[in-house]
C-alpha cells in the first residue's frame, strides 16, 4: 500500500525559498510518477507541478512556472518541490502525490488521476 509523507513547510517572507520533501513508501518509487497540488483556504484545489518516472518533462502550473522546480531522486524514493520567490498567493497546505505509471500530459492536472496522496504541509508567505 503506497504511502506519502511530505515535509518541508513553513512560515517564509515574500521573496525567500522554501523545499518541500515527499517520501514514498510502500511502493516501487521509480514504477511512479509524481507532482504536487495545494489547496488555499477557501479555494479548491489546484496542480502545481508533476514529473514522469524518469524524471524528463516536468509540467507546471502557470503561475509557478519559473519559480518552482520539481524534481525527483529514484535512490532516496523522494520527490521535492523547490520553491523560490515565494509570494503571498502561494500560501497553501501542498499535497504531493502519485500513480502507478506515467500520466497523460493532458490528465497530469486532473486530481481525479492521482490515487495516492500524503498529509499535506503547510506553506504560509507572509508579506
Known amino acids: 500500500h503506497v504511502q506519502l509523507q511530505a515535509c518541508g513547510g513553513g512560515l517564509v517572507q515574500a521573496g525567500d525559498s522554501l523545499r518541500l520533501s515527499c517520501a514514498l513508501s510502500g511502493g516501487t518509487f521509480s514504477s511512479h510518477a509524481v507532482g504536487w497540488f495545494r489547496q488555499a483556504p477557501g479555494k479548491e484545489r489546484e496542480f502545481v507541478a508533476a514529473?514522469?518516472?524518469?524524471?524528463?518533462?516536468?509540467t507546471y502550473a502557470d503561475s509557478v512556472k519559473g519559480r518552482f522546480t520539481i524534481s525527483r531522486d529514484n535512490a532516496k524514493s523522494t520527490l521535492y518541490l523547490q520553491m523560490n520567490s515565494l509570494k503571498p498567493e502561494d500560501t497553501a497546505v501542498y499535497y504531493c502525490?502519485?500513480?502507478?505509471?506515467?500520466?497523460?500530459?493532458?490528465?497530469?492536472?486532473?486530481?481525479?488521476?492521482?490515487?495516492?496522496w500524503g498529509q499535506g504541509t503547510q506553506v504560509t508567505v507572509s508579506s
Open positions: 502525490t502519485a500513480r502507478f505509471n506515467d500520466y497523460i500530459l493532458s490528465s497530469a492536472r486532473d486530481g481525479s488521476q492521482w490515487p495516492y
Open positions: 514529473i514522469r518516472r524518469r524524471g524528463g518533462m516536468p
